[in-house]
């Protein structure tokens, strides 16, 4: 039981109606853990209180599942694969998070934050219009033929606003009060609705969202946003246009460390080739989410950023 008592019945897992755990065919004495279809199984009711830290629902979530494990005879899951687990159901619950808490803000509707998926299922630059995304196809080309490669992992989170041929205010308005399959799918599958609609201008920030930051991830997050405004920079060059800014964030549900600190100052790489920009973080800021009532915090400041 975690400290304040909060826990999840574990017969949600070992009898749901879609596969939470099973055993590993290949591998013996391994059960297999269905990230997605336990945070629907956990929360398909209500999503969790937001007073709660965040850790104890993980605590939570690993507790009855290892029991529901035992309920049917399985090994118990791995570390590595609670792990791996920890992070999605944090960025997934970060996520509906955010989402409502735009839906509840009428005067930030003009803007959409959504979750976007990794860069083998998306390229960032497939986000913009055809004109910006054909400029951007030029600057892959021309860095292609000298061998080198613009690659980048995409933000967990992207906040976009002034999109073509759609307004946001009726778009992206339901809000969930549980973590239901249906939910899950439309929060993770909203972006497809912005592919090819963003103008030159439209990003407004973007973020990263971690379970921890490791060491080997540390500097994951600072290149992420390097490459992001750069990339921004390059638009504002191509379309003659610096009037708008790109910002990027980082979240964290774990404490946030001098070393995290001191690595997310890195300098946005374009911004110290050129006398005549003034030198800016990759990272503009950190924010550690101990429960998810603290996502609200970073909402609102993060908006009147980019409302001002």
């Known amino acids: 039981m975690s400290p304040s008592g909060y826990e999840i019945d574990h017969n949600l897992f070992a009898g749901s109606s879609i596969a939470c755990i099973e055993a590993d065919h ?8 269905h990230r997605q279809n336990c945070l629907v199984a956990a929360f398909s009711s209500q999503l969790p209180p937001d007073n709660i830290r965040i850790e104890e629902i993980m605590q939570a979530m690993e507790s009855a599942i290892n029991q529901a494990c035992a309920q049917k005879g399985l090994p118990a899951v791995n570390a590595n694969a609670f792990n791996n687990a920890r992070g999605s159901w944090f960025e997934l619950l970060a996520t509906i998070t955010l989402w409502n808490l735009r839906v509840d803000t009428p005067e930030s509707h003009s803007s959409v934050l959504l979750r976007l998926p990794n860069v083998g299922t998306l390229k960032f630059i497939d986000l913009f219009e055809p004109r910006a995304r054909a400029m951007l196809n030029d600057l892959e080309t021309s860095l292609s033929l000298k061998g080198v490669n613009l690659v980048t992992s995409n933000p967990d989170i992207i906040c976009v606003s002034n999109l ?11 809000k969930f009060l549980n973590a239901s399959q249906d939910c899950i799918s439309t ?22 969202l971690k379970s921890s930051t490791r060491p080997d991830r540390r500097l994951q997050i600072p290149h992420e946003g390097s490459i992001l405004k750069a990339i921004n920079a390059h638009l504002q060059t191509r379309f003659w246009d610096a009037s708008h800014n790109v910002y990027y964030y980082a979240a964290t549900s774990s404490p946030i460390k001098k070393a995290d600190t001191e690595a997310f100052k890195t300098a946005a790489t374009h911004s110290i080739t050129d006398v005549n920009v003034k030198p800016m973080p990759a990272v503009d800021k950190s924010f550690y989410f101990a429960t998810l009532s603290d996502v609200k915090a970073m909402f609102e ?7 001002d």
């Open 26 to 33: 290949k591998i013996p004495q391994k059960t297999n853990l």
């Open 187 to 208: 929060v993770t599958k909203a972006y497809t609705k912005i592919v090819g609609k963003c103008k030159y201008n439209s990003i407004r920030f973007g973020l990263a």
């Open 164 to 174: 073509q041929d759609m307004d946001s205010t009726i778009e992206f308005q339901t």
């Open 301 to 307: 400041e993060c908006m009147a950023v980019i409302e």
